[in-house]
């Protein structure tokens, strides 16, 4: 069990620690020199077995506040300290609204210096610490009059500890590995060393991890879990990690970063959150309000947007969204605490529903209303209500991320939840069945309006019938529903183009009449049909109004297109494949040339050449050598 001290300045955290554990936790010359606890402490006493006492003794000076949360994020069990001469002071209080923010509800009170003041003057601090913790999660904790200086009641507060160290409830060590760092160091010899607080999962010596938000691969050496050595450390205890990777030193990990399995990375700079406003806030949260942010070691800056009414009033909860100003490492459930611009003032705190918020919209209400589901802690309810409001379905892979679901976690998730799910394991869609089979109406309904509108055309390019679908799909389950309905025959490919099956371009009227001008050249034509711009003089249109025509007149099997300048009439084609026949059954061992075949129809080399390739393309030829043979009967390829 994890325990911090809290408490204002030179009320006795340090020296109770060290009375407690025989430690002294002010550990830096600095510290040491002026009797001041600046930075973070630590201290452990084994109780016997696997239980340990762990101490985390913090700053209570008003200006190390920041180190002072790094250290108190991950705890268990907060130890809140007060002198008895002094009473309650502002960084008790300030102490205090943070673990109640952070959520810490298992805790004990010691009040300090007994040895100092009459027994009326201990009486009277009990009472104002009761009126003080009355309504915060310490409100029921055991309250520990004592002197550290003479021992006297200590060892009842060290009883309560080690029953409770004994009794706590080790974390579930479910979910991929990370570690909050707050502290780096090298060892001669041995190299980098992160410590902090396990937030979820397991590590084991030889781990490949990363350290985040910069992504460097590490690989664990050694462990140190609670102060000993160890070959495995879990969620819910202090570890040391002996880190070697390329390039890492000195300098390649600091406090606030994490260390990770690799699927848990994922900075980010913007977060949907809960944010409670401390009551004794003097004004309303404004929108837009620039922040420090502290989230497990971690301090960055950043704005916040009030989701809904502009503001929230001092003593309330309000949806937020954090925008900050450098990416972190963040998941749902993660705490957080938000201290003003100057960094003085504790002005309130929450906990991350959204690490993974949308670029836009953030405060439409059917974005409100999925937040407003979210942070429940069952992740199969939370699935449910998210795949009900989102008719372009559920990114899983975020889904799980979010939630730090490792493979097996989240595979077992999506079997209970009903839903389609499509996409690489890497990357999954989830999408509710109601919305699935909406989605492959609409795709219905647009290639039915779209043949209503375009007969004399094929259907849409999938691109473009992506677009035409109301809300626009992703992509990927898009691709999704043509796979399903390709697959299920209710739609066909036409080359790049989606039709309904059975789909057969038409001809308009216009194109009835042009057709009619048009017809006697290329028939006429015969083996030599002119080509598309002699054509479009010949009617007086444009090149490319002439080449759509004749593309359309193709369609519908009027003419086809041989290259790219000249369309066939069919029977012309099936003439000339006949001949190709004839020749192919003169040179039954090489084949016919290229030169034979020009030789008899004298349509010229260059023709020639484009013809017995769209032969090849169509199937009724096979280059073979310098020769062709027919490989298909002229009747089957081309009809009359
Ligand atoms: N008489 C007396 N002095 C104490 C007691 N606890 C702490 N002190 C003294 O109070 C001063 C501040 O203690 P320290 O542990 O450094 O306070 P911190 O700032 O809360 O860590 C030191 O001079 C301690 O020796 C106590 O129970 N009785
Ligand atoms: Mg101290």
Redesign the pocket.
Known sequence: MIVATA?H????????VKALTGVDADRLPEEKRR???IDLGFAYRHLGGDAVLGFI?VP?HEKFVRNMLAGVSGIDFALL?VAADDGPMPQTEEHLAILDLLGVKAGAVAI?????VAPQRLAEATEEIGVLLAGTTLEAAPVFP????TGDGVAALQDHLEAAALAFDTRRDNGNFRLAIDRSFTIAGAGLVVTGTVYAGRVSVGDRLLLSPAGTPVRVRAIHAQDRDATQGRAGERCALNISGSGIGRHSAHRGDWILAEPAHAPVQRLDATLGLLGSEQRAFRHWTPVHLHLAAAAVTGRVAVLEGGSITPGKLGLVQLVLDEPIGALIGDRFILRDQSARRTIGGGRIIDPFSPARGRARPERISVLRQMGSGDPAAELRALLAASSDGVDLSCFALARNLTGAESDALWEKVEMIRSGSSRHQTGIAPAHWDALLDAVMGVLRDWHAKRPDQPGPEEARLRRALPGRPSEALFGAAMLDLLRAGRIARDGAHLTLPGHRPAFSAADAALWARIEAMIVEGGARPPRVLEIAEAVSLDGRATERFLQRAARVGLVMRVADNRFYAPAALLDLARLAQALAADAPEDGFTAGAFNKRTGIGRNLTIQLLEFFDKKGLTRRDGAGRKLTAKPEDVFSQ
């Open positions: 408490g300045i030179d009320h006795g955290k340090t020296l109770l009797g001041l606890t003794d209570g300290i300090t210096k007994k040895d100092r004592l002197s550290a200086m």
